[in-house]
């Protein structure tokens, strides 16, 4: 029975079972106004008779689901959060019941004329009813859209990668190196750098001038 109920809070159930039964009695409820103005159209009045019956179905369909959910997202709830699912819980499951007692009611008035007498009560029962179950609606969307109830809000945190993590290093925590400055009685004990005198360029050798001579040849 444990593993049919946890698969079964997998499915998500409980909104969709709630928009049904919703709809079923809130629209039961609203032709059976319409039937009210038109007596002699008896299949509206049937058609909400079936509309009341399959509410009622519904709602504890909405009772079951209900508690499967708050079993499964209560420990992950706010404060604040719990004190709306106790409040939607406590008059969900007091119009369960009540619808019921309608459902009921409803039957006896089509099936027994005794009951025909006290369909003016029972529609007054009806709309106040009806408009309760769109208060206890408004509680369940306000767990979902404030709080998050059921939805990805609820989960952890992801874990953050290594690379997320890892703290950037700034200036102010790499280490100082400090280079000392050279004193004057350190600068004049370090030995000058000796430097090579350029040669001299020597000028252009001129050819050598011949002083000798030359002996004239005599005419014979």
């Known amino acids: 029975m444990d593993t049919i109920l946890t698969h079964l809070q997998t499915w998500d159930l409980h909104p969709v079972v709630d928009h049904f039964t919703i709809g079923l009695l809130v629209i039961g409820v609203l032709i059976d106004l319409v039937a009210s103005l038109a007596p002699s159209r008896i299949w509206i009045r049937y058609t909400a008779l079936l509309l009341m019956v399959l509410g009622a179905i519904a709602a504890g369909a909405s009772y079951f689901t209900g508690g499967m959910e708050a079993d499964r997202v209560w420990n992950a709830m706010s404060e604040p959060a719990k004190a709306v699912l106790h409040r939607h819980a406590t008059l969900g499951t007091y119009m369960a019941v009540v619808f019921g007692v309608l459902a009921v009611w409803r039957i006896l008035i ?47 945190p992801a874990t953050p990668t290594p690379e997320a993590t890892a703290t950037p290093i700034s200036n102010e925590s790499l280490p100082t190196v400090s280079v000392p400055t050279p004193t004057p009685i350190a600068m004049m004990m370090t030995p000058a750098p000796i430097v090579s005198p350029l040669p001299t360029p020597m000028p252009p050798a001129t050819p050598p001038v011949s002083t000798a001579t030359a002996t004239p040849i005599a005419a014979h």
């Not at 089509?110 to 009806?130: M, N």
């Open 110 to 156: 089509e099936a027994i004329g005794f009951f025909g007498g006290s369909r003016a009560v029972y529609l007054i029962f009806a709309v106040v009813s009806a408009g309760i179950l769109l208060y206890i609606g408004s509680l369940g969307g306000q767990m979902v859209y404030v709080y998050g109830v059921g939805t990805a809000l609820m989960s952890p």
